[in-house]
Nanobody, 127 residues
Framework: VQLVESGGGLVQPGGSLRLSCTAS????????MGWFRQVPGQEREGLKC????????YPRDAARGRFTISRDNAGAILYLQMNSLKPDDTAMYYC?????????????????????WGQGTQVTVSS
């Protein structure tokens, strides 16, 4: 199984980025997927989770209203559209494949619910 994130980079405050996560080696359309981020020295933070069929997205506070998760099951790609970016959004962003088809109530904890992780893509928000 391989998950490869892309789309990160340097963006000015208020700008937008769309992250992609291309999956291979798993039945992508059978599993929930999630986006997380981590700043060095801090705990990993769950952002959004999406069910196997694209129905139902589960935001955490940091992503509510500004970030949108979506998926293309035919192409095995997960997306995270990020708008109105702030310097506090600077982090390494990771996608992950869940063990189940739907997001659990505790998906944001990460490790227990997700068994495959990408290597991450860096997002830096700075003027």
């Amino acid at each position: 199984v391989q998950l490869v994130e892309s789309g990160g980079g340097l963006v000015q405050p208020g700008g937008s980025l769309r992250l992609s996560c291309t999956a291979s080696g798993l039945a992508f359309d059978s599993y929930a997927m999630g986006w997380f981020r981590q700043v060095p020295g801090q705990e990993r933070e769950g952002l959004k989770c999406i069910n196997y069929n694209g129905m139902g997205t589960y935001p955490r506070d940091a992503a509510r209203g500004r970030f949108t998760i979506s998926r293309d099951n035919a192409g095995a790609i997960l997306y995270l559209q990020m708008n109105s970016l702030k310097p506090d959004d600077t982090a390494m962003y990771y996608c992950a494949a869940a063990r189940t088809s739907v997001c659990s109530s505790s998906w944001w904890r990460g490790e227990g619910d997700f068994n495959y992780w990408g290597q991450g893509t860096q997002v830096t928000v700075s003027s």
